[in-house]
């Protein structure tokens, strides 16, 4: 007869749990820099087990967190596709941890928010062995496009189940050019859309759910601070769709700031030089990371859109 803590023995032999692993070599990828790669932070029944790559800087010290999350229409892209200049980034003092998450080739919407909480509640274990030595009472997302999209959410506190597993407080939120209100996006009777193909079905069919995984319907007061940019010339995902974001947070009394990205297509492309958004987006950071530090903060219009 299987009993219960022969079964428990079984999947703990097959797929031992995350949380218990030890964690990989240090590699050296980028000056002045740590990288831990390939670390198991899920693993779902049914599923491939899902990894984070982890950058620090070299000195040892606490390291502040920025938790990153790709692109490609939730339907394509990994923790590595990416153009971040990490050798920049933990130069200034922040470690990156860069999430994969499943795609709609494997599982519906909520399945990808869920694998956000799963690798953050991993990074509040974890982030105090001495290899990584992150801080993680609280952290900043910063995604892009579809990855922006799922920050938001859970930035704004969707689907954070009610484990018992302590999971980082989420101090700010960097959304690069992500769909916001997704029954706005594109035909509502196609269903190969890349929205249709995260919620399971044409949106006009499935409205409770495209409301459901769009971050301006959970815009709320307690909300992170969120810093927005977006390209002018965005043909894949409109500009529109992050002015109302902006301005759903800012109405909800909320802080939002969208900066607008004159040329700039989406993923930055027709942009010379992207340097100045990642300092600004360190900027961010540095001001929220660091508890009571305070910022000049430029005059907004209502939607949060710098003047």
């Given at each position: 007869?299987?009993?219960p803590?022969?079964?428990?023995?079984?999947?703990?032999?097959?797929?031992?749990?995350?949380?218990?692993?030890?964690?990989?070599?240090?590699?050296?990828?980028?000056?002045?820099?740590?990288?831990?790669?390939?670390?198991?932070?899920?693993?779902?029944?049914?599923?491939?087990?899902?990894?984070?790559?982890?950058?620090?800087?070299?000195?040892?010290?606490?390291?502040?967190?920025?938790?990153?999350?790709?692109?490609?229409?939730?339907?394509?892209?990994?923790r590595?596709?990416?153009?971040?200049?990490?050798?920049?980034?933990?130069?200034?003092?922040?470690?990156?941890?860069?999430?994969?998450?499943?795609?709609?080739?494997?599982?519906?919407?909520?399945?990808?928010?869920d694998?956000?909480?799963?690798?953050?509640?991993?990074?509040?274990?974890?982030?105090?062995?001495?290899?990584?030595?992150?801080?993680?009472?609280?952290?900043?997302?910063?995604?892009?496009?579809?990855?922006?999209?799922?920050?938001?959410?859970?930035?704004?506190?969707?689907?954070?189940?009610?484990?018992?597993?302590?999971?980082?407080?989420?101090?700010?939120?960097v959304?690069?050019?992500?769909?916001?209100?997704?029954?706005?996006?594109?035909?509502?009777?196609?269903?190969?859309?890349?929205?249709?193909?995260?919620?399971?079905?044409?949106?006009?069919?499935?409205?409770?759910?495209?409301?459901?995984?769009?971050?301006?319907?959970?815009?709320?007061?307690?909300?992170?601070?969120?810093?927005?940019?977006?390209?002018?010339?965005?043909?894949?995902?409109?500009?529109?769709?992050?002015?109302?974001?902006?301005?759903?947070?800012t109405?909800?009394?909320?802080?939002?700031?969208?900066?607008?990205?004159?040329?700039?297509?989406?993923?930055?492309?027709?942009?010379?030089?992207?340097g100045?958004?990642?300092?600004?987006?360190?900027?961010?950071?540095?001001?929220?990371?660091?508890?009571?530090?305070?910022?000049?903060?430029?005059?907004?219009?209502?939607?949060?859109?710098?003047?």
């Amino acid at each position: 007869m299987i009993t219960p803590a022969l079964l428990a023995a079984l999947r703990e032999a097959v797929q031992p749990d995350p949380l218990g692993q030890p964690l990989p070599s240090a590699r050296t990828l980028y000056p002045g820099a740590r990288s831990y790669c390939d670390i198991e932070f899920a693993a779902a029944e049914g599923y491939r087990p899902l990894l984070l790559d982890l950058h620090r800087p070299a000195p040892p010290g606490r390291a502040r967190l920025l938790v990153y999350l790709h692109g490609g229409g939730w339907m394509r892209g990994s923790r590595r596709r990416h153009s971040l200049p990490l050798a920049e980034i933990t130069a200034a003092g922040f470690a990156v941890a860069c999430l994969d998450y499943r795609l709609t080739g494997e599982a519906l919407f909520p399945a990808q928010l869920d694998d956000v909480h799963a690798g953050l509640r991993w990074l509040a274990a974890r982030g105090d062995d001495p290899e990584l030595d992150v801080e993680t009472s609280g952290v900043v997302l910063w995604g892009e496009s579809a990855g922006g999209h799922l920050a938001a959410l859970a930035g704004l506190g969707v689907h954070a189940d009610a484990q018992d597993a302590p999971s980082p407080t989420i101090t700010g939120v960097v959304d690069w050019f992500a769909p916001a209100d997704l029954p706005a996006m594109g035909d509502p009777a196609d269903p190969h859309t890349r929205e249709a193909r995260l919620v399971g079905g044409p949106l006009g069919q499935r409205p409770a759910e495209a409301r459901a995984a769009s971050p301006v319907v959970h815009a709320h007061r307690g909300a992170p601070p969120f810093l927005i940019m977006h390209g002018t010339e965005d043909s894949l995902v409109p500009l529109a769709q992050s002015r109302t974001l902006a301005e759903a947070l800012t109405l909800a009394g909320a802080e939002a700031e969208l900066i607008a990205v004159p040329g700039a297509e989406h993923g930055w492309f027709g942009t010379d030089d992207t340097g100045p958004l990642v300092a600004r987006v360190l900027e961010f950071a540095a001001r929220l990371l660091p508890a009571g530090t305070p910022s000049d903060t430029p005059s907004r219009t209502p939607s949060g859109e710098k003047r």
